[in-house]
């Protein structure tokens, strides 16, 4: 059987936009899924990743677009 391991941030909207349609398409194909939560603030300070507030100004800006 297929299977699913779904890695997502609930802080992101993405998350929440790809739920039901993710659902459909294991549906689809006879597939589970195991949704595995992270958190994203913690897995930036692990990896070197900088957090929004510690961004500089221009990539907030470009962010915002």
Do not use: N
């Amino acid at each position: 059987m297929a299977h699913i391991d779904y890695f997502f941030a609930t802080v992101s909207p993405f998350s929440y936009l790809a739920g039901k349609r993710l659902a459909e398409i294991a549906g689809k194909h006879g597939a589970s899924i195991t949704y595995k939560p992270l958190d994203i603030i913690g897995l930036f300070a692990r990896t070197g990743g900088t957090t929004l507030k510690d961004r500089h100004i221009s990539r907030l800006e470009y962010r915002a677009q």
